[in-house]
């Protein structure tokens, strides 16, 4: 089992940044990819970033992929998301995934482990 622990939402305005983290723990040297995806109220919850663990490819939804990197510290377990220009519409849960399986399809929600999620609400 792999325990995934998000922090760094908050409240942020419009044209703001933020960095999240998602500290892994238990059987990390399991995982092969980590990534985050969000969910707003009465939506579903859509894919925004991922990372190859090893290799450290990086995938991103169009939506923020001028405006987020994702990154890991292996040797502390942990992935990040650095997300700048934030818009309302960012606004959501944003939640962290891991994946012990090798993957095709980085957007898809059918990862192992998720995390319990924080919160991002940007003003306008």
């Known amino acids: 089992q792999v325990q995934l622990v998000e922090s760094g939402g908050g409240l942020v305005q419009a044209g703001g940044s933020l960095r999240l983290s998602c500290a892994a723990s238990g059987r990390t040297s399991s995982i092969r990819s980590m990534g985050w995806f969000r969910q707003a109220p009465g939506k579903e919850r859509e894919f925004v970033a991922a990372?190859?663990?090893?290799?450290?490819?990086?995938y991103y939804a169009d939506s923020v992929k001028d405006r987020a990197t994702i990154s890991r510290d292996n040797a502390k377990n942990t992935v990040y998301l650095q997300m700048i220009s934030l818009k309302p519409e960012d606004t959501a849960g944003y939640y962290c995934?891991?994946?012990?399986?090798?993957?095709?399809?980085?957007?898809?929600?059918?990862?192992?482990?998720w995390g319990q999620g924080t919160q991002v609400t940007v003003s306008s």
């Open positions: 995934a891991a994946d012990s399986r090798r993957r095709r399809d980085y957007s898809n929600t059918d990862y192992d482990y």
């Open positions: 990372i190859n663990w090893n290799a450290g490819n990086t």
